[in-house]
């Protein structure tokens, strides 16, 4: 086994990797790292809709997106709603007394509290996260080593 002290060495070992390679290794790392932070994301939402769609990507620069997603089946739409909440929203409507005069008045339809269901959850597993991120890109160095010692030995 490797030891690896730090980011740059890390790095420095995945830059030695083929492109397709690297990859496979940073979406195993990401993949793995990024469980417990959804799992604690979709216990602090209450609507299963944005519970269901909560879920990790990795972008073709090779970043790690973590959040309600809204494509294909999955309706996160609404996510940034539940954690930014809104403002008081409304509606003027407008009465015609007489055809100088036109009167409007306010229809209050509510406000969404913020959550902050996200943040909370970044908070509560980001130390994990980062230590699950490092283990799991070493193993996953470590079984394609593994793999290729066997396939050329």
């Known amino acids: 086994m490797t030891d690896i002290k730090g980011l740059d060495e890390l790095t420095k070992m ?3 990797f083929a492109p397709n390679v690297e990859r496979e290794i940073l979406n195993r790392g990401f993949k793995t790292a990024s469980e417990p932070l959804i799992r604690q994301t979709q216990t602090n939402i209450s609507s299963k809709r944005i519970k269901k769609s909560i879920g990790m990507k990795l972008s073709k620069r090779n970043v790690a997106l973590v959040g309600a ?3 294909g089946s999955f309706q996160g739409q609404l996510a940034h709603l ?12 407008k009465k015609r007394r007489n055809i100088l005069k036109t009167e409007k008045k306010w229809h209050a339809t509510g406000h969404l509290k913020a959550l ?3 943040q909370r959850a970044k908070e ?3 130390q994990l ?3 699950r991120m490092v283990d799991s ?3 996953a160095m470590e079984k394609i080593i593994s793999k290729y ?4 030995s």
Do not use: P
Not at 82 to 93: A, H, I, L, Q, V
């Open 137 to 139: 890109m070493i193993a």
């Open 69 to 71: 997603r809204s494509y």
């Open 82 to 93: 539940f954690e930014e909440g809104t403002k008081d929203r409304g509606y003027f409507s």
């Open 129 to 131: 996260v980062f230590d």
């Open 116 to 118: 902050h269901f996200f």
């Open 124 to 126: 509560q597993t980001e």
């Open 14 to 16: 995945l830059n030695e």
């Open 149 to 152: 010692n066997k396939k050329y």
